[in-house]
């Protein structure tokens, strides 16, 4: 739904480490997006970490109570369309971030984040957190 809020990485983990202004606000949506990407993202973190199965029961519980999309062909075109004109703007981003962005705008979701090369996406809706 147009106007929903995404979180990106950086957002859930933070949501995720008790960050009280994060919290706050991942408490008062509706709905707790997290684009598929951002979901690889979380548990190749927890799987890597030290303390790996702790951290992948409390990710997966994180994961489980969000709204998770899967992709599709669509997202790819909106994919390709986006790392395009960063590559023309000379603004490259982290490959991973593209596919967040990508599915943001396919979708309409805000980004939550607090990753300012978020801004050099065209059509990209942000909030800063």
Known sequence: MPGEI???TTTAIRYLNGDSTVVTNVI???????PLTVVGELLFG???S???????????????ACKV????????????????????????IPENDI???AQCIE??????????HFTYVDDLAIEQW
């Open 6 to 8: 995404a979180l990106d």
């Open 28 to 34: 008062a949506l509706p709905t707790i997006i997290l």
């Open 46 to 48: 927890a799987e890597n």
């Open 50 to 64: 030290a303390r790996s199965m702790e951290n992948l029961n409390r990710y997966l519980e994180f994961i489980n």
């Open 69 to 92: 999309v899967p992709m599709v062909r669509q997202t790819a075109v909106t994919y390709s369309k986006t790392r395009h004109m960063l590559k023309i703007k000379g603004r490259p």
């Open 99 to 101: 596919w967040i962005a």
């Open 107 to 116: 979708h309409s979701w805000i980004l939550a984040t607090n990753d300012r």
